[in-house]
T-cell receptor, first 114, second 113 residues
Framework: AQSVTQLDSHVSVSEGTPVLLRCNYS??????LFWYVQHPNKGLQLLLK??????LVKGINGFEAEFKKSETSFHLTKPSAHMSDAAEYFC????????????FGKGTRLHILP | NAGVTQTPKFQVLKTGQSMTLQCAQD?????MSWYRQDPGMGLRLIHY???????DQGEVPNGYNVSRSTTEDFPLRLLSAAPSQTSVYFC????????????FGPGTRLTVL
């Protein structure tokens, strides 16, 4: 069975400082992993995805994530936070079977302090 | 392309009423799903479909029905609304396969009194 755990429900950083949002996964197979962002009162938008190519994945708006199989982690980072990054972020694991369901983490709300 | 569309955007129901949330996509995606989003709970899968005529239950299916008669449409039916079904509902679609991103609709905010 697959699962995904986002280790922090809330993260606060000052504008201009680095962002780290943590995600651990459990899967019997090499998974596909995604990060989505949801700005207030909006739908979800894909930030980036890992699909067994390069382990360091670059996404939109300066975000990137590193797939670490030994640590079963897929943490999201950004070197310098911007006020517009304030949003909720979801880590998602996609199943090995095409007929199985996709699993969402519970989300991490990122607060940016001026 | 309109992408994934959902109607209505907002809905207020009384306990016991039934209604259908509409979802349509014009990208010829095989996979469609319904989620509900509640504060602190993330997105929870209600039902999903891997193709026309095929549906399956997700994490929280009770009180909801779905059908998939066409590739484009995936309506979600609330059989007898309860206050516990007050939530924001999102429909999503993607190509079948593990490497494909999901595209989300704008959501329906449902309140059950």
């Amino acid at each position: 069975a697959q699962s995904v755990t986002q280790l922090d429900s809330h993260v606060s950083v000052s504008e201009g400082t680095p962002v780290l949002l943590r995600c651990n996964y459990s899967s019997s197979y090499s998974p596909s992993l995604f990060w989505y962002v949801q700005h207030p009162n909006k739908g979800l938008q894909l930030l980036l995805k890992y699909t067994s190519a390069a382990t360091l994945v670059k996404g939109i708006n300066g975000f990137e994530a590193e797939f670490k199989k030994s640590e079963t982690s897929f943490h999201l980072t950004k070197p310098s936070a911007h006020m517009s990054d304030a949003a909720e972020y979801f880590c998602v694991v996609s199943p090995p079977s095409r007929d199985d369901k996709i699993i969402f983490g519970k989300g991490t709300r990122l607060h940016i302090l001026p | 392309n309109a992408g994934v569309t959902q109607t209505p955007k907002f809905q207020v129901l009384k306990t016991g009423q039934s209604m259908t949330l509409q979802c349509a996509q014009d990208m010829n995606h095989e996979y469609m799903s319904w989620y509900r989003q509640d504060p602190g709970m993330g997105l929870r899968l209600i039902h999903y479909s891997v193709g026309a005529g095929i549906t399956d239950q997700g994490e929280v299916p009770n009180g909801y029905n779905v059908s998939r008669s066409t590739t484009e449409d995936f309506p979600l039916r609330l059989l007898s609304a309860a206050p516990s079904q007050t939530s924001v509902y999102f429909c999503a679609s993607s190509y079948r396969g593990t490497r494909n991103e999901q595209f989300f609709g704008p959501g329906t905010r449902l309140t059950v009194l």
